[in-house]
């Protein structure tokens, strides 16, 4: 909602930001400034950002295999990773909580981790 003349929220300016919601509850907004709400349905937690202009990419990861026995060697691809504005993807950061190191690959192959 945006302000009106008098610089009060003009309620006919309403705009809709995530019509994809399912079922959203406990609205709250983050130390960074974007809203996280409970998808009660789904059983998720999910984040909304507001970045004008250039959208910054959708990050998605897949690793093969998901489970097996140890030590289990698994590897990463977020080749999948998206930009919603068509912007080309020039790196890939991948943080290991395990080990506390970044490494940034140009692209592929990605990352793998035993
Ligand atoms: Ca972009």
Known sequence: MFAGAGGDPDPA?????DVGADVPVDLEIGPGGDLYYVD???GDVRRISYAPGNQPP????????????LPLHVD???TSSSDPDGD????????????????TRAARPPPSTT
């Open 58 to 69: 959708v990050a998605a990861i897949a690793a093969t295999p998901t489970d097996g026995a």
């Open 13 to 17: 300016t309403r705009v809709s930001f």
């Open 88 to 103: 080309a993807i020039i790196a890939y950061d991948w943080i290991s909580t395990a080990t506390a190191t970044t490494t």
């Open 40 to 42: 009660i349905y789904g």
């Open 76 to 78: 990463f691809d977020g």
